[in-house]
């Protein structure tokens, strides 16, 4: 079974510039996470899909970031314009179970994103 | 809310020590908690977690970590630690309110040396 993956694995903008992740999720899980790691902290919340809806996109820092999850497969997670602040590690994780806390959150390898 | 501390940035073990990686949260219902490794240049592995029952629970990779209600601790255990071991470990909960959000760690980077 293929795992998360996420694309691309690394960027590097300048600040102003926009920039698009992309998630694939493990086929068949419905939910779906955004997270990111900002200067060597914790791993932080922003957002959740269940199938093509937010559920949860109380940890989405402004409205430069923006999550779409079109048809219920994949997610991109788009910023523009980039500020510096943004730069860190953004992580995706994917789930099968809806409604379940004690669900498994299988994460994807990362995008790390450096804004200059 | 919800919050995790992880109490050091850095463990160092001798190949073959037992280890600990301390985790304390704070939820306020019950805890849904997790451990995931992070290897150089990887993502996150999930190693175990602890929905309920036995307090001691077993994971990928020979590590076990102790579920402690009263202290709120949720602490990652190996016997017999290996040079492979050496990555970073996030600790994470969840609380039956929001089934989605997890709240992680700062993470502690684990060494083991030979």
């Known amino acids: 079974e293929a795992g998360v993956t996420q694309f691309p694995s690394h960027s590097v903008i300048e600040k102003g510039q926009t920039v698009t992740l992309r998630c694939d999720p493990i086929?068949?899980?419905?939910?779906l996470y955004w997270y990111r790691r900002v200067m060597g902290k914790e791993i932080k919340f922003l957002l959740h899909f269940v199938k093509e809806s937010k559920q949860d996109e109380s940890g989405m820092p402004n409205n430069r970031f923006l999550a779409e999850r079109t048809g219920g497969t994949y997610s991109t997670l788009k910023v523009q314009p980039a500020e510096l602040e943004d730069s860190g590690v953004y992580f995706c994780a994917s789930s099968p179970i809806l409604g379940a806390p004690g669900d498994t959150q299988y994460f994807g390898p990362g995008t790390r994103l450096t804004v200059l | 809310a919800q919050s995790v501390a992880q109490p050091e940035d850095q463990v160092n073990v001798a190949e073959g020590n037992p280890l600990t990686v301390k985790c304390t949260y704070s939820v306020s219902g019950n805890p849904y908690l997790f451990w995931y490794v992070q290897y150089p240049n990887r993502g996150l592995q999930f190693l175990l977690k602890y929905i309920t029952g036995d307090n001691l629970v077993k994971g990928s990779y020979g590590f076990e970590a102790e579920f402690n209600k009263s202290q709120t601790s949720f602490h990652l255990k190996k016997p017999s630690a290996l040079v492979s071991d050496s990555a970073l470990y996030f600790c994470a909960v969840r609380d039956g309110t929001n089934a989605g959000k997890s709240t992680f760690g700062d993470g502690t980077t684990l060494t083991v040396k030979p």
């Open positions: 086929s068949g899980h419905d939910n």
